[in-house]
């Protein structure tokens, strides 16, 4: 499992500059005034750093973004990393200009000179995201990153102020290390042990084995994965921090460690990367972790159904009808339109169980939200303009893209069956919105909910900002922070 960086804090002290070894890192705002440790560097390095902040191509720079200094005349250090950022930054800014140091940095030891800087634990935060590497499968012995240290005027403040960032970072890795796992690895009773495991930060976990689903009547969740040896799982995690008694806020997950498409085959290209199908279940398991780490005044509950989606002789077939755990019977015209069969039943236990006071799930449910939004949005489709209007603002106050889009009744005639209450698809037209009207019957009219469709968002071809390539970890920040801002006790 990958190990965020976690820098250390240290007293400001000048004179260990010359002669500091690996990258330096300095801050200077856009107008280009130096403060006093920038002026530090300036000088020993014999005015290379007021020349380019005089340049045009400092002016030029986008904030947060920077400029290596390779080799700076007169110091130990290989190179200097000059960042474009303003003493009072936004916090998404911050992180942006972390995640410059570290991929400019390249894994090599780092000092971040601070000096008068507001929100340093948020370029440490930034610093940490990006220099995420999954590298657990290479038989090559990886290189050990080197040792990141932030020059600070008041070093005990801010590593208190890190502290929460650092369960941030705790969660989004266990996400990404999730979602990037190959399916052979990553079965669904190697997802249940890894959740289980999060004992140890005081999460309560149950796992509910495949005898007692069907107790419980979870036939839409099990016919997904009676073509598969691995068998179906839910796994519940509770982290009661809030009042002693009060129903929790509920997060459900999709986690399909492999979708083929079933009986439904998908076509062979691309369909490696199907091992991100259990993206919603991950990004549940970043969240409890997080909220456990930082000990979150908060009742959060979460909730993950597990299965494998395989063509076999025992597998689901087209114009099969399986019975939902809320009573429903479901026509299963497509195999590959699994996902929403997971949540139905899981969405049901959580209500039955614990009568939430809302409740979120995430799922890389359809494709259709891939043509709609690309890969910049989430898609969110909600009942409560409330839950969906806070979700959006934590979003946005984290940087992760998320859009609403629409809901109605017309949409329902699209999943109407012929032999049974409803069908799995709804054809071609709007499949993410009749996809969302699927998961909605299986809400109680009473409970605030949002579905988030991560299908574009939860593993990338290419790097962004805060990761490399790969899974992305989206939703665990944004998640935590409604939480944290709408759920937590006063």
């Known amino acids: 499992m990958t ?7 240290v007293a400001t002290n000048i004179d260990q500059i010359k002669d500091a ?3 330096l890192a300095i801050f200077i705002p856009s107008e280009g005034s130096l403060d006093g440790m920038a002026r530090r560097v300036n000088r020993v390095s014999r005015g290379a750093v007021a020349r380019l902040a005089e340049s045009e191509a400092f002016e030029k720079l986008d904030e947060g973004r920077a400029i290596m200094l390779a080799y700076p005349v007169n110091m130990a250090a290989e190179g200097v990393i000059v960042v474009k950022l303003s003493r009072r930054p936004a916090v998404v800014t911050a992180r942006k200009a972390g995640a410059t140091i ?10 971040v000179l601070c000096g008068n800087l507001r929100r340093p634990e948020e370029v440490a935060l930034g610093l940490s995201l990006r220099a995420y590497d999954f590298d657990d499968h290479f038989t090559k012995d990886p290189k050990e990153p080197g040792a990141v240290s932030f020059m600070v005027n008041k070093p005990e403040e801010v590593q208190a102020a890190a502290a929460a960032n650092d369960a941030v970072a705790q969660g989004v890795f266990f996400t990404r290390d999730l979602v990037n796992e190959p399916a052979n690895v990553l079965t669904t009773t190697e997802f249940a042990d890894r959740l289980v495991a999060l004992k140890a930060h005081g999460l309560k976990v149950k796992v509910l084995e495949e005898a007692e689903l069907e107790k419980l009547g979870m036939g839409s969740l099990l016919c997904v994965g009676q073509g598969s040896v691995s068998p179906s799982k839910v796994v519940v995690m509770e982290w009661m921090g809030g009042k002693k008694g009060d129903a929790p806020f509920a997060l459900v997950g999709k986690g399909v460690v492999f979708d083929t498409g079933g009986i439904s085959l998908k076509p062979a290209g691309g369909m490696e990367d199907m091992t ?3 993206g919603g279940a991950g990004v549940v398991a970043g969240v409890m972790k997080t909220l456990a780490m ?9 909730l993950v159904g597990l299965v494998e989606n395989m063509p076999s002789g025992n597998a689901v077939r087209p114009g099969d009808v399986v019975t939902s755990m809320k009573g429903d019977t479901i026509e299963v015209i497509n195999t590959d339109a699994e996902g929403r069969l997971v949540l139905a039943d899981v969405l049901w236990y959580a209500q039955e169980t614990y009568n939430p006071t809302g409740m979120i799930n995430l799922a890389t449910l359809t494709g259709a939200i891939i043509i709609g939004l690309g890969h910049e949005n989430a898609g969110v489709f909600s009942n409560s303009d409330a839950l969906s209007g806070d979700f959006l603002k934590a979003a946005g106050l984290e940087d992760e893209g998320a859009w609403r889009m629409p809901m109605g009744k017309a949409y329902d005639e699209q999943l109407k069956s012929r032999v049974a209450d409803m069908k799995n698809v709804g054809g071609r037209p709007a499949g993410s919105i009749t996809a969302a009207q699927f998961l909605q019957r299986f809400v109680k009219e009473d409970v605030p909910w949002c579905h988030l469709d991560i299908a574009g968002v939860a593993s990338l071809k290419s790097d962004t900002d805060l990761a490399p390539k790969g899974a992305t970890g989206w939703g665990v920040r944004a998640l ?3 939480i944290a801002e709408k759920y937590e006790a006063e």
């Open 3 to 9: 190990t965020p960086l976690s820098p250390s804090f």
């Open 21 to 23: 070894e690996g990258i």
């Open 102 to 111: 570290a991929r400019m940095a390249g894994g090599k030891q780092i000092h």
């Open 276 to 278: 991100m199908d259990m």
């Open 294 to 302: 930082r000990k979150a005044q908060a009742n959060v509950v979460g």
């Open 480 to 482: 935590n922070r409604l």
